[in-house]
C-alpha cells in the first residue's frame, strides 16, 4: 500500500492546479490531490462553480457527488460546456447505489467516473487519467486562465524566501522576489491571523486547506494552501472572488458573512432596469444596542452573524435561493426579492420576526433580541433609493420608542418569580388542520410571558428562566391550569377542537405528577377525550421508563399522548414501539425539508410510514409553503400545524378564524 501510495504521490505535475468540487468531504478530496502532487483548488458549493473553475486554471474538475447526487448533477450541467468548449476533463465520483445515475453525469459533460469504495490512491490514479485524457485531445486546455495568469505563491521557509507568480505580483504592485514583509502589509492583522492559523492546521495527514480573506485592489480572495511533503516548501493558489461580475459572488459584509447595503442596492437597481417588481423588508433589531454594551463588541458582533445566519436560512426557505440578505448597517438587515407575492412576503416576515424572536445564546446566558419587521414593494419608476426609503419610513413609524434592557439569565429568573403572581404568563393557541379536508380540528397551547420590559418572551427562554430559578415545576402547572381554563371557556364554535398541552422532561419524574394533572384537568372542565398530552423526544429519551408509564397512566384516563419535535434527537423505532402512543409530531426542520433534495423527501418519506406502520396519526409542525404541504399529504401524513395557516393567536382570534 505504501508503494501505491508513493506512485500516485508522483502522478500529477507538481506546478498544474486540481479544481475539486465535494459537497460533504472538500478536505479529504484535496488531501488526496495534495498528496498526488497537484496544486488544489478545492470548493464545498456549486455557486458560481463555472467561474471558479475557469479562474483555478486547472483542465480537469473532479466533482465528488458521494451523498450529494442531485447536488454533483446541477454541477457537472453548469460545468459541461465549459469542459466541452476547451476540451477539459470532469471526474464524477459517487456512491455505489447512484452509478445508475451515471448517464446523467454522462449527458452533463463527464468524462471519467469512479465509484465507491475508493481509496486515496485509486482517487490520484483517477485523476492522472483525466490529466492525460486531456493533454491526448487537445495538446493542453484553451481555458480563460493560462499558466502565466496564475495568481500564487510560493515560500521555501530554509531559505526564507517568497516568491510570487507574475500576476500576483502585479496586482500587489510589488516586485515577483518581494519580502514577506512587503506582503504581509497589505494585509489586514485579524486577516494575518486567519492566515497563521491556516498553515498551523498543514501536517502530513492534512497537506491542503484554505482560507478567505480581503485584499485592498482584489477584494475578496480565497488562498489554497499547499505544503509539498518532500521540501517543505509552502505553495499557495489565489483564488479571486471578489471581482466576479455575478450576484452571487457580490460583496459580502465582512461582519456577518451577509451582503453589504451597497452591493444589495446594486442588486435592487439591476432588477428594477430588468422591469422586475421587487419587495423589500427591512428588519430592525430591538435590544441589540443595550446586549453590545452589557457583553462588549465582540459579543456583539458573534450576534450579529448569529442572526444573519438565521435570516439567510428563512430567506431561502421562504422565498428561495434568488432572495438576498444584506446588513444595511448597524442592526439594520434586509432581505430583498423579485418576488411580489403579498402573501409569500407577509408570511416570510411572520417568520423573520419569530426567527429573531427566539432565544440567542451570549457567553452562556439567554439573551432575548425582538425584531421590527416591515416590508415595501417596488412601483412603476422606482429606485432603490425610492423603494429603500420606503421601507425605512415604515421601520422609523414602527418603532419602539426605547430598547428595553437584555438581562442575564440570573435577572429573567428573578423576574420570572414576580411574573407568576402578576398575571404576566399567558397562552397562544396555533391551529392544527387536517390535511385531508383542510379543517382546524384542534390546536396546541404555546406559553408566553409579557414582559413589561423586554415585551413578549417565547416558551423556550421562559422555561430556560424557570429552570434557573428552580420553578419549572410551578411553570409547567401554571401554563397547564391557564391553557385548561381557557380551552373549557371556548365559546360554541370551538366546542368539537382538541387542546394539545406539553409536559417537561421535569414533569415525568416528579412523584404524583398523573394524579395532578388529571386533578388539574377535571377541575378546569375541559373533557379529557378532547385532550393530547405532548412530550418532546429528548425529554423522553432522559427517562423511557417513566414516560412509559406516564403515557399509560394518561391513556387509561381517557387522554391521547403524543411526541413532539420527533427528529430532533434518537428518533428511534425501538423506543416509539414501547411507548404507548397516539400522535407523532415531527419536527419542523423535518417538515421543511421535504421540499429539499430527494434524500431530504426519503427521510421524511420513512419517518412517516415508520409512525403509520405502528397505528399512530401524523403531525408536521412548521409547515409553512403549499409546496411544503402538498408533498406531505403525498407522504401520507395526517395533520399539519404551522404559519402557512396561522401563527400562534389567542382564543378570540380563533374563533374569528374558526368562524371565517
Known sequence: MDEEIAEAGTAGPTEAPMFVLSFRQRDEMATAAAGAGWRVVAARRAEGVERRFLASGASVAVIDARGALSDGIEAARALGGVIEANGGAMLVLVSQSDTLHMRAFYDAGATHFLSSPMSSPAIAHAMRFAQRHVERMAGGFGGASEAGDLMGWRYDADLKSLQLTPAFAALLGLPEGASVRSVLALVDPADRKLGRAAIRRLSEEKPSTAFAHDLPGAGRIVQHLQRDPRTGRLHALVERLGSAPDAGAAVRDVLTGARDGASARRWIERRLGDGATVSAILIGLTRFETVNTAYGRPAGDALLRAVSRRLSEVAREALGRRAVVARMGGSEFLVATDDADAEKIALASARFEEAIGRPFVIEGEFVPLGARVVSAVSAAGDSAAGLLRRASEALFEHHVPREASAPSMDALAADLRHALDRGEIGVLFQPQVSIANDLIVGVEALARWQHPELGEIGAETLFAAAEHAGLAGTLSDHVQALALRAAAAW???????????????????????????????DASGFP???????????????????????????????????????????????YLKALPLDYLKIDKKLSQDITGSARDRVVVRGVIDMA?????????????????????????????????????????????????
Open 491 to 521: 365559546p360554541a364554535g370551538l366546542s368539537k377542537l382538541r387542546l394539545s398541552i406539553n409536559v417537561t422532561a421535569g414533569d415525568v419524574g416528579r412523584p404524583g405528577f398523573a394524579d395532578s394533572l388529571l386533578g388539574r384537568i
Open 528 to 574: 379529557r377525550g378532547r385532550l393530547t398530552i405532548e412530550l418532546t423526544e429528548s425529554g423522553i429519551m432522559q427517562d423511557l421508563g417513566e414516560a412509559a408509564r406516564l403515557f399509560a397512566e394518561l391513556r387509561t384516563a381517557g387522554c391521547r399522548v403524543a411526541i413532539d419535535d420527533f427528529g430532533t434527537g434518537y428518533s428511534s423505532l425501538a
Open 612 to 660: 403509520r406502520s405502528l397505528g399512530l396519526s401524523v403531525v408536521a409542525e412548521g409547515v409553512e409553503t403549499k409546496a411544503q404541504l402538498d408533498l406531505l399529504a403525498k407522504e401520507g401524513c395526517n395533520y399539519y400545524q404551522g404559519f402557512l395557516r396561522s401563527g400562534p393567536i389567542d382564543g378570540e382570534a380563533l374563533a374569528r378564524l374558526m368562524g371565517g
